[in-house]
Nanobody
Framework: QVQLVESGGGLVQAGGSLRLSCAAS????????MGWFRQAPGKEREFVAA????????SYADSVKGRFTISRDNAKNTVYLQMNSLKPEDTAVYYC?????????????????WGQGTQVTVSS
């Protein structure tokens, strides 16, 4: 059974940092692009960051560029999202997702596997 399990969320003050992890099990995703998305209450799920299997191509949403860093460790089948200088508007449930292949997408409908999500709350 394929599973993606996020961890590392929590409550943090504005300006603080969190590091999210997404551990995959059931199969290897070392050849799949991976992405992070988030969804705030009443809003649509939005793209945050994505990374190719070799980490040679990375993309960020404009809203997080310069503050968030996506990385992966294929040996551990794990993807990370380092979040610095957090703002209240970053509050959301954060999801990791595995693409169907080597390409990443900005459209969440094009990802095949999803984690259950981890809550990130940033207080002002």
């Amino acid at each position: 059974q394929v599973q993606l399990v996020e961890s590392g969320g929590g409550l943090v003050q504005a300006g603080g940092s969190l590091r999210l992890s997404c551990a995959a099990s059931g199969r290897t995703f070392s050849r799949n692009a991976m992405g992070w998305f988030r969804q705030a209450p009443g809003k649509e799920r939005e793209f945050v960051a994505a990374i190719t299997w070799s980490s040679d191509n990375i993309s960020y949403a404009d809203s997080v560029k310069g503050r968030f860093t996506i990385s992966r460790d294929n040996a551990k089948n794990t993807v990370y999202l380092q979040m610095n200088s957090l703002k209240p508007e970053d509050t959301a449930v954060y999801y990791c997702a595995a693409s169907r292949g080597t390409l990443y997408y900005y459209n969440y409908n094009l990802y095949e596997y999803w984690g259950q999500g981890t809550q990130v709350t940033v207080s002002s």
